[in-house]
């Protein structure tokens, strides 16, 4: 990952983001630290007054797999689409634990071009936390290898309240 640059409303310099407009007066949770191997990093930013509603970057800091890369490549090189279960099956590393039907129930799970770049969406609840997701996950070098992910997260109660906010700030970013 590169250098990240925050000021109260923007967003610079993070992974393939060069640019971001952050919700108006959320700010930045507390760091996370990883030890071991890769190069994990995890930032989050939230509404001050409900924390628990946020925008999240997530770089997990190791390579998938080379089938699930290939897989993930060959989605995203097909035109915008809902994917079909064959393809959600061999994208389970890719997506985590959204490919996990006992931890996440899916709602929606796409391909769609975001601001010049092709992205896979994912939409869903943890009923186990009670709280909703809408997730993109981004082949970060072209190899399929690289996931970088971008996700609001927020409880049931919470979710539209925020969901503007967040689709706006999505939709500003501006790719490297």
Partial sequence: MTDVKTSASRLSNHGQIASMDLPAGWVEGPARTYTGA???SFRAFHSPDIPEAKLCFYY???PVQPESAQTFREVLGKPPHMLDESEISAL??????RGNSEQFQMR???TEDLNGRRVL????T???IQQDTYALCIDADGSGRFVQEIYYLAPFID???FKAEADEAIKSIAWK
């Fill in 38 to 40: 890769g190069t994990r």
């Fill in 60 to 62: 997990r800091g190791l």
């Fill in 126 to 128: 943890y009923d186990k």
């Fill in 121 to 124: 969406v994912v939409e869903g």
């Fill in 108 to 110: 929606d799970i796409r």
């Fill in 92 to 97: 389970s590393e890719v997506l985590r634990d």
């Fill in 159 to 161: 979710f539209v309240s």
